[in-house]
Every structure is written in C-alpha cells, then in structure tokens.
C-alpha cells in the first residue's frame, strides 16, 4: 500500500467525519456565491440603485467572507480534533510528524477544492431559488433574471481556493508539538475546564449589566455613539457568563450528590463537564452569531416599519395637496380630479384654507377654524372637535418632529389676542394627525375667526381619500399625481410613496434578511457539529451503558436534555441580547417596533425549537443506531 | 436458576458465521460455572446471549424460569441492572465518569439513596482494595485497577446472575487469586450464580464445574471434587486435551 492509497482509503473509511467537514465548507462557499451573485447581478449594476446600496452590499459581502473563514476554520479544527487518536496511532507506527502534516494538508486542500466547486454549483441552483424569492417578495423593479455570473464565480474561485489554502497551513498550528500520549488518549481525556474565578464571574454580571444598562438608558442620537463600547463590552460578558456560568453550575452539581447521582443526571452531566470547554466556547459563538441576526434583521424591518408605518400614519389621506404662493388653486385641485377620472377612481375631497400666524411664538402658528378641521377629520372618520367662544384646543407636535421643542406646552400658556380686544386661551391638548402640521397648532371656535389678525402665511389645502381601489391602482394614481406636480412637489400620493420607499429599500432589506438568515443557519450549524463531533463518544459511551441497562426512555431523556441545553442556552443569551438591542433601536427611531422585534424573535425562536426536534431525532436515530 | 436450551447463534454478515451450535446448559442457584475454550470458539458470544446483550439466532433461554429474550427493552433494560451484573471482557467503564461514579452508575439509574449508594461504593471498594482511586479518572488507572472496577460494579447491586469475561485476564497472579476469593466469597455469602470465562486454570479451580467449548459445541464438563488442587490438574489435562488444533480430538466425546 503506497502513501497515497492510504491517505485514500483513510478518506472513505472516515468518511463520515469528512462529510461534515466537507459540507460546511461548502455551504460556507454556496452562502458567499450567493450573495456574489447576488451583488454582481446585472439588475443592481446597472440599475439606479443608491450608492449607498452598493457600500452595504460590499461591507456585507466582506462580513460574510471573514465569517466564511471562522466558519471554516472552526470546522477544520472541530474535523481535525476528532482524529487526534488516529494521528497519535499513526506517528506511532512510525509516521513522522511532516508526514501527517502532509497527509493533512493534501486532504485539506482536496476537500477544499471540491468543497468551493459544488458550493459554486449548489450556489447556482440556490441563487436561482433566492433570486426568484426576491423578485417576489421584494419590490424591486428590473426583474432579476438568471443570468451567468462570470464574475461571482471567478471571486468564489479564487477567494475560497485562497482561504482554503491558508487554513490548510493552520493545520500544522492545531498539530503543533503535542506529546504521542496526549493524542493517543485525546478521546478518554477531557479537555478541560475553562478558567473559573471569582473575579471572572463578577466581571462578567458587571460587563453585561453595564453593557445593558447604557443600551437601555442612551436615547436618540446618543445610541449610534454607544454602539460600539456597548458591543464589545457585551461580547466580553457574554465570553466570561458562558465559560464562568459553565464551570460554576456544574462544579455545584458535581458537589452535590443529592442530585449528580440521581437516575440519568450523572450521565448527563458528566458529559457536559467533560466537555466543558468546547460546550462554553459554542454557547459563546452561537449566542453572539444568533444575536447579530436577530438585531440586523430586527433592525431592518423595525427601519422599514419607522420609514412607511410613520408616514401613513402621518397621512391618512390618500392624495394631499399644499398649494405653493401664486399658484392657481382651482386648476391644480382639477387635475388631481381630472386623474382621478381618468383612472376611473372615485374619492372624497375636501378643501382647506389654511392661515399662519404671528403670535409671540418662534414660529408662524396655524390656527384652524372647528368647522374646517371636522370637515376633514370627517373625511377620515375621526372625532370632530367643539371648542367653545375665546378657547382654543392644541393639537401636540407630531412625533416625528425630532427638534422635541415641545411647541404645545408653549401655545398651552400662550394667549392670542382678538381684534375685539378679548383673548383667546387654550384649555385642552389633543394629538391628531388629521392636519399634517409637523409643529402644534391651534383649533378655534369659528365665531373667533373673523377677529383674528392677519395671517403671516396662507395656502391652501386638498385633500382626497379615494374609496376601494387596488394597491396597483392607488400607486398608478400616485405616479400620475407626482408627475403633474412634478414643478413643485407640492401634491403626493402616499401610496406612491410609501411604494417608493419600499423599492429603494426592498435590496437593503434582502441583503439584511439574506445576512442574517445565513448567520442564524450557520449558529445552527455550529451546534450540529458540536454535536456531531462527539457522537463516536457518544455512540460507544450509550453502548456500554445500554449494555448495563439502560432504558430506551432514558437513553432518549439523556439524549433530549444534552441536545436541549446545547440549543436553548446560547438562543436564550441571544433572544435577551437582541431585545436589549431592539429596545435600545426603539430608543434611537422613538418609533415603537415592539411589534417586529417580538415577531422578529419569536419567529426565529420557533425556527430553533424546529430545528431542536428535527436534530434531536436523528441524533437519537443515530445513536441507537449504533446499540 | 439458568437454562439453556439449544442454542444456536449465527452471526449475519457477507460470510454468515455459525458461532455456536446446539448448545444445552442448567445452571442450579448458587452454583460457580466456568466456561473454557479457545480463543474464538464462542464463550463470549454465549455470555453475550445469556446476559441478554444478544439474541439466539434459535433456542430459549430461561433465568428464573423466565425468558428474558420475551421482555420489552424497557423492561429488559431494567432486568438486566437489577437482576444481573457483568464484567465485561473490555470493561466497558465509561471515561466521562470518575471510578467511584462507575462503580455506582446501576444503583444511580435505579435511583436508590445516595447515602445507601455510598456506603455500598465504599464497602466493595475496600474489599477489592481500590478505595485509593476512588476518585480517579478511568485513564488514570491501571488495567488491572480496571478490572477490579468493573468488578466492583458489576456486584455492587447483589445481583442473581454474575457473568465474568475474563475477570482475571490483566491481573498478575496474587491479585487473580484475591479477586477469585472475593468472587468465590460473593458466591458463597449471597447464594450468586456466577459464570464465568476463563482461560486461566488457576481462576478455574475456584468454581463448582467447568465447562468446555470448542467450535461452538459443548466439548465436555468436569465437575470439582473435595481438593481444588485435583481439580486443577483434571482442568489442565482436559485442556491439553482441547487446545490443539489436530482434528481428530474432535471425535472425542463428551465425559
Ligand atoms: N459480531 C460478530 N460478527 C461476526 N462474527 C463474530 C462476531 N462476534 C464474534 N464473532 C465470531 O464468532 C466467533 C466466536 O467469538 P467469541 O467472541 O464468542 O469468541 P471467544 O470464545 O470469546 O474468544 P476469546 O477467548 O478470544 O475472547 C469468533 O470466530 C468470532 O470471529
Ligand atoms: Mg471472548
């Protein structure tokens, strides 16, 4: 048997350890091509989309390579550490420590090779799958035809056979000196324990109660400038909770006979502290992967929501127009209906005068007659207003107004003077969004009115509300709309824009979910290997205790609670990490996305605990398999 | 107490192997049975069937007047550690576990008092005189510490039916013989039926009868007198008589 036949047949007899390893190399080449494909696609070169579309797109594709190499990394060393035995057995038949390297090497380069050639080939198929998901989903305009991305592949190729390379180098790192015994008896001896101190673990409750605490207090602007410090201080706690809380529960649990030797905990916590180690290290990665997608993709959706949620709330009317100075009212108002008409919609209209004036404050106030505001409050069915002779009614800053003056505790104590010499006060406060006025306003008795001073500033207000049509009709209104008052600017169709909106946000938000859909599979995978790494233990240690007599009932609670605690710890760390995180978003928009967050996070914790059951059963599957 | 009732067993494979042939066995309660034969003539695979480990490919096998090979697997699996105890031929310890967890883990699954578990771990540990590693990891500690281990836990639960692979096969020859007293002391105190594969006729000499196989077929049988130095001799002479590989001994009939 020449060298080559051996490292051949060492291959296909181990070719289960291979496989994993083989696999996650090409999943994290078929992630990468993806999203290559993706950027390079002719649709997003050519088309106008935003320049600051194309950066993301760059930084993302950069993540995703550096992560591709831990990613790869970890699963060579995860591959390579299940066959420290071998490697002792061999060097001490007489290999030398080059050959193994050798042997390695040329094994890691091989499965590199294959590994970035069918992660390319899959990539086409699931580049297809995606780019239709995308079409669909996403608006985006230009269809994103198939088409062949000679330049994604040629980036793949290269930037993979590159980082296969060096890792193969790494190699001789993870083999580096270690005594024959030590790698002969590398599967009886644990790994050992992380460091455990007490200083350790009160560094860590207050790294992460500090990290927590500036990202719940920080609001507005002050959030970007915590960014940052917050992270990284976070992910420091989080590294010293998992591998100080590790070595502390179970050192507990060993302590205590009560309830280390009760029925199967002994089998499965001894497990857990064999592997102490490794076990902290996952729950660490998995926790800090889990929560980068959660925030990335709650963050998007909480972005988009704050950008059209805010905007349609701030318009409730289907068509708004301003008029400018010296614009003839009439004929403008005409062709909104003349649009109307054409496209065969109806609508309700109104129209109003709206008047600005000086009054003491740092700003022209608008002072709306009742009868005006119910006219258009009826137009959208909201309550109607009475105020009574010489009082006013305020209506509140719109929220989005970020300046946060607070103008309408201003007006509260401001008094207008009438021309009859009496003065109007205001008594109550209201928020509405029937008047789209970013700053507060006042609501008056029409008998007032005509004493009024002059206004500073006046134009004039329509408002439409087009009843049942579809959403295409309503955009193909809108366009129409802001073509006509193209001039000025001075009419939209909300519709239209919020559909505006979502087209120059639609690739932003599928490069996001796209991220954050692969950091959370590849969380999933880390566990899977995790697992998987120590089914041969796991496979031989069932056998010999089954052989004692061990239930099927409790070979399956012990197999359940190993895998539940190895996917529910760090998803629990994350799930906290990304509200906090999301709250602390909350804080920056003042826009409330506790409704995405909380679908955000369900939805992904739902996708875990599926993945959870479908992992368990075939690991059960496998390890009784083996009985 | 044990009955077994020809046994065939046919190992499945690309080649199917016929490892055992009509093998007939009675076992009385209390009673010390060795088993011999050479290497590869079938004596675990007979261990492995009558500890319920393995199926017959065709025969019934009884402990107790019942067959365990008719019980569900939970409830074999509970039969198994609370009726009978093994040393198995590769110890079969667990390397997650230190020695003392070992020695305990049959009574941990039963979920009997800690305190009695203790007690108990303590007492047979001093017996077979392996209190000193208590608290080691498995690969920390000698073959022949090993073995003892797997001893320790293989009784620690009284149970009905001991089955020994080659208990004394790491051991050198002073603590073979105090892990055969202590075995023939647990025989002898608690009434347990014991098995036991040998190729030691030292460790032989210690039981009521001996049993040899070769082929797969029960070979012969000799039972133990008054002296145990007699018997000795009898075991090696029918072992003489046995180990070669001339085929014409095969025509010898049972005694
Ligand atoms: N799982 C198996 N599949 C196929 N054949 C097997 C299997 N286990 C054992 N055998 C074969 O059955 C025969 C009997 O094996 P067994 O292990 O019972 O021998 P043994 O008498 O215990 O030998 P030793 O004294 O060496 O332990 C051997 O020839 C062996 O090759
Ligand atoms: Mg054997």
Known sequence: ?627 | MLQVKKINKVYQGKVPYRALTDIDLDVEKGEFVSIMGPSGSGKTTLLNLIATIDEPTSGDIFIDGENPHLLSRNKLAKFRRQQLGFVFQDFNLLNTLTVEENIVLPLTLDGKRVKDMKEKADMIAKKLGISHIMEKRTYEISGGQAQRVAIARATIHHPKLLLADEPTGNLDSKSSRDVMDMLTHINKQEHTTMLLVTHDAQAASYSDRVIFIRDGRLYSEIHRGDSQKAFFQKIIDTLSLLGGNDNDFSSVRPS
């Open chain 1, 1 to 627: 048997m020449t060298f080559r036949q051996f490292a051949l047949h060492n291959v296909f007899r181990n070719s289960r350890l291979y496989v994993a390893y083989f696999l996650s190399s090409m999943f994290a080449v078929m992630v990468f091509f993806t999203f290559a494909n993706f950027a390079f696609h002719p649709a997003f070169q050519e088309g106008d989309m935003p320049s600051s579309a194309m950066k993301g797109m760059l930084v993302a594709g950069g993540i995703i390579y550096v992560f591709s190499f831990f990613f790869v990394l970890y699963s060579m060393s995860a591959f390579l550490q299940s066959r420290k035995r071998e490697f002792g057995l061999l060097m001490l038949l007489g290999m030398s420590s080059r050959q193994v390297k050798r042997m390695t090497f040329i094994e890691n380069m091989i499965i590199g090779i294959f590994a970035t050639t069918f992660g390319i080939g899959f990539g086409l198929i699931f580049s297809k799958v995606i780019l239709l998901i995308a079409e669909n989903v996403l608006v985006i305009d230009e269809t994103l035809n198939f088409y062949f991305p000679t330049k994604a592949i040629l980036l793949s190729l290269v930037s993979f056979i590159i980082l296969f390379l060096v890792i193969s180098f790494f190699v001789t790192f993870v083999l580096r000196t270690k005594k024959l015994v030590q790698l002969i008896k590398s599967d009886k001896q644990s790994k050992g324990e992380p460091k455990a101190s007490i200083f350790l673990a009160i560094l860590a409750a207050i790294l992460l109660s500090v990290g927590y605490g500036v990202a719940l207090y920080v609001e507005g602007v002050q959030v970007v400038f915590a960014l940052l410090p917050v992270v990284i201080v976070v992910t420091i706690g989080t590294y010293f909770f998992f591998t100080q809380l590790s070595v502390f529960v179970i050192r507990r649990l060993k302590k205590n006979k009560h309830i280390f030797w009760k029925k199967t905990n002994m089998l499965l916590f001894s497990d857990l502290s064999f592997r102490m180690k490794d076990n902290a290290r996952t729950f660490f990665m998995v926790a800090i992967i889990s929560t980068v997608a959660f925030s990335a993709i709650g963050t998007l959706f909480g972005f988009q929501a704050y950008l059209t949620k805010g905007i349609i709330e701030a318009n409730p009317y289907s068509i708004i127009y301003n008029s400018m100075e010296d614009e003839d009212v009439k004929a403008k108002v005409n062709d909104v209906n003349k649009i109307l008409t054409e496209e065969n919609v109806k609508a309700n209209q109104e129209v109003i005068e709206s008047k600005y004036y000086e009054i003491g404050v740092d700003y022209p106030v608008l002072i709306v007659t009742a009868s005006e505001y119910n006219r258009l409050a009826k137009l959208i069915n909201e309550d109607s207003v009475d105020p009574k002779e010489n009082q006013a009614i305020v209506v509140e800053d719109h929220h989005a107004n970020i300046n946060n003056f607070k103008n309408d505790e201003k007006l509260m104590e401001t008094k207008i003077p009438l021309k009859d010499g009496k003065e109007i006060q205001a008594y109550s406060t209201i928020s509405s969004a029937v008047i789209n006025e970013m700053q507060a306003y006042y609501i008056i008795n029409d008998n007032d009115y005509k004493y009024l001073p002059e206004p500073v500033k006046q134009s004039t207000v329509a408002a439409w509300v087009i009843l049942d049509a579809t959403d295409e009709k309503l955009i193909e209104v809108g366009e129409k709309v802001s073509e006509s008052f193209i001039e000025y600017n001075n009419a939209f169709s909300i519709d239209y824009m919020v559909y505006q909106i979502e087209r120059a946000y639609g690739p932003i938000l599928f490069i996001g979910l796209f991220i954050g859909t692969v950091f959370f599979v590849s969380a999933g995978s880390f566990l899977y290997f995790r697992l998987y790494s120590d089914l041969d233990n796991d496979q031989e240690k069932f056998k010999a205790i089954t052989k004692l007599g061990l239930t099927n009932d409790e070979l399956k609670k012990v197999i359940s609670r190993q895998t539940a605690i190895l996917f529910f710890a760090p998803i629990i760390v994350a799930l906290i990490h990304g509200a906090v995180a999301l709250t602390a978003l909350k804080h920056f928009f003042d826009y409330n996305i506790v409704y995405e967050s909380v679908i955000v996070l369900s939805v992904f914790a739902f996708i875990q605990v599926v993945y959870f059951f479908i992992v368990r059963h075939f690991y059960t599957k496998q390890i009784q398999k083996a009985l």
